[in-house]
């Protein structure tokens, strides 16, 4: 089982940045890939961002060239940069584990933490 606990949200105004940093704990980090999703008030929780095994991404099209999700194994990290924030952003950011271990698939959340964009 992996412990995942997010940092970084915050208020922060239209255009600015935020860093969302997820460290895991108890499983072998490297074996997951690693992802961020949001939910915002009344809306179904969506992917932002996704970084497999080997390092490959992708993201949402809503956060294209805006986003960059990264890891560092050696830390059992994984990090959200987000630039030129906009309103539409602001919801609660996850992170997310996934992995099929031994045929078993499994997966976990972090507990969330808040992104609020605004002036």
């Known amino acids: 089982q992996v412990q995942l606990v997010e940092s970084g949200g915050g208020l922060v105004q239209p255009g600015g940045s935020l860093r969302l940093s997820c460290a895991a704990s108890?499983?072998?980090?490297?074996?997951?890939?690693m992802g961020w999703y949001r939910q915002a008030p009344g809306k179904q929780r969506e992917l932002v961002a996704r970084?497999?095994?080997?390092?490959?991404?992708n993201y949402a099209d809503s956060v294209k060239g805006r986003f960059t999700i990264s890891r560092d194994n050696a830390k059992n990290t994984v990090y959200l940069q987000m630039n030129s924030l906009k309103h539409e952003d602001t919801a609660v950011y996850y992170c997310n584990a996934d992995r099929i271990w031994y045929s078993n698939h499994q997966n976990y959340w972090g507990q969330g933490t808040q992104v609020t964009v605004s002036s």
């Open positions: 970084i497999a095994i080997g390092g490959s991404t």
């Open positions: 108890g499983s072998i980090f490297s074996t997951y890939a």
